[in-house]
């Protein structure tokens, strides 16, 4: 079983960057499809970025062309640069993998962002 520990929330004006990062614990990283997802009250969760255990991603529409995601196998850690950040983008946002073999999942705490004037 994996743990994972978000760092890097924070509040920041619009247009400005900010840095998540997923601290991965437990298990092998590299078995892990590992995600960030995020949460407004009263919405459903909705997936931000996804990056598979090979590498290959994925972006939601929102965040195409200002969001970045990578991670380091060798230190077990995923990371979310956002960049031309929005208002819209303030939610709590959660690091998630999914275990390519069982594809039980897991979540973090997660960290808020606010986008705010």
């Known amino acids: 079983q994996v743990q994972l520990v978000e760092s890097g929330g924070g509040l ?4 400005g960057s900010l840095r998540l990062s997923c601290a ?3 298990s092998i ?11 407004v009250p009263g919405k459903q969760r909705e997936l931000v970025a996804r990056i598979r255990s090979g590498g290959t991603t994925t972006y939601a529409d929102s965040v195409k062309g200002r969001f970045t995601i990578s991670r380091d ?3 077990s850690t995923v990371a979310l640069q ?3 950040l929005k208002p819209a983008d303030t939610a709590v946002y959660y ?3 999914e275990d390519i073999y069982t594809t039980n999942v897991y979540w973090g705490q997660g960290t808020q962002v606010t986008v705010s004037s």
């Open 24 to 26: 991965a614990s437990g």
């Open 12 to 15: 920041v004006q619009p247009g």
């Open 29 to 39: 990283f590299s078995r892990y499809h590992m995600g960030w997802y995020r949460q």
């Open 73 to 75: 196998n060798a230190k």
């Open 95 to 97: 690091c998630n993998a």
């Open 82 to 84: 956002m960049n031309s």
